[in-house]
């Protein structure tokens, strides 16, 4: 596709359970970065790849939060023993040099 | 704390008007600025951007002015459209530290009125 791609686009789930939350970044971009943006906030930084290798994860809240890109391309946010205060927008984003290009964002809603 | 903050959460302008949007920041590492344009049940859209060695840059009705010594970032849209009503986000990284992830404001949200 021409741009990033996240699945789903929304995600209710049940406090306590565990959730994946998909990115396809823009071929070809390197760069990918987790945000989270909760209501009347700016996105809030989580982890950043560079390749296949985390190259800052310390916007991670805590270590129920892990996220992975085994083959430099597709990554997945995940999420354990998930809590209300989880509830956002999670927003993924791939980068060429210096600009970052979002994709829709998954909406979870943990109930 | 809040390396990047935009202290104006809304902001109305009529329709034809100048709109201006500030933002300020605390990190003198950053050198390099971007404006991010969101509209509700979508991901931020890159608008225009600035780099430390400059102190303006203008495309087309979108112009940003970074003043370094006072660590505050400007973006005028001139004239304001209605279409341009939307959440604004001024966002920082430090190019020279080897492509640190962008850090963002909190937003002003722009209601432009026909």
């Known amino acids: 596709g021409a741009g990033v791609s996240q699945t789903p686009s929304n995600k209710v789930t049940e406090k306590g359970k565990y959730v994946e939350l998909r990115c396809d970044p823009i071929?070809?971009?390197?760069?990918l970065y987790w945000y989270r943006q909760s209501l009347g906030q700016g996105p809030e930084f989580l982890i950043y790849?560079?390749?296949?290798?985390?190259?800052?994860d310390s916007g991670l809240p805590n270590d129920r939060f892990f996220a992975v890109r085994p083959e430099g391309s597709v990554s997945t946010l995940k999420i354990q023993r998930t809590e209300r205060g989880d509830s956002a927008v999670y927003l993924c984003?791939?980068?060429?040099?210096?600009?970052?290009?979002f994709g829709q964002g998954t909406r979870l809603t943990v109930v | 704390d809040q390396q990047v903050k935009q202290n104006s959460p809304s902001l109305s302008v009529q329709e034809g008007r100048i709109s201006i949007l500030n933002c300020d920041y605390t990190?003198?590492?950053?050198?390099?600025f971007l404006w991010y344009k969101k509209y509700p049940a979508e991901g931020p859209t890159f608008l225009i951007s600035?780099?430390?060695?400059?102190d303006k840059n203008e495309d087309g009705r979108f112009t940003v002015f970074l003043n370094k010594s006072a660590k505050h970032l400007s973006l005028h849209i001139v004239p304001s459209q209605p279409g341009d009503s939307a959440v604004y986000f001024c966002?920082?990284?430090?190019?020279?530290?080897?492509?640190?992830?962008?850090?963002f404001g909190k937003g002003t949200r722009l209601s432009v009125i026909a």
């Open positions: 600035i780099s430390s060695i400059k």
């Open positions: 990190n003198s590492m950053f050198d390099y």
């Open positions: 071929s070809g971009h390197t760069a």
């Open positions: 790849f560079q390749g296949t290798g985390a190259a800052d």
């Open positions: 966002a920082a990284s430090s190019l020279n530290s080897g492509n640190t992830p962008l850090v």
């Open positions: 984003a791939s980068s060429s040099e210096t600009e970052a290009f």
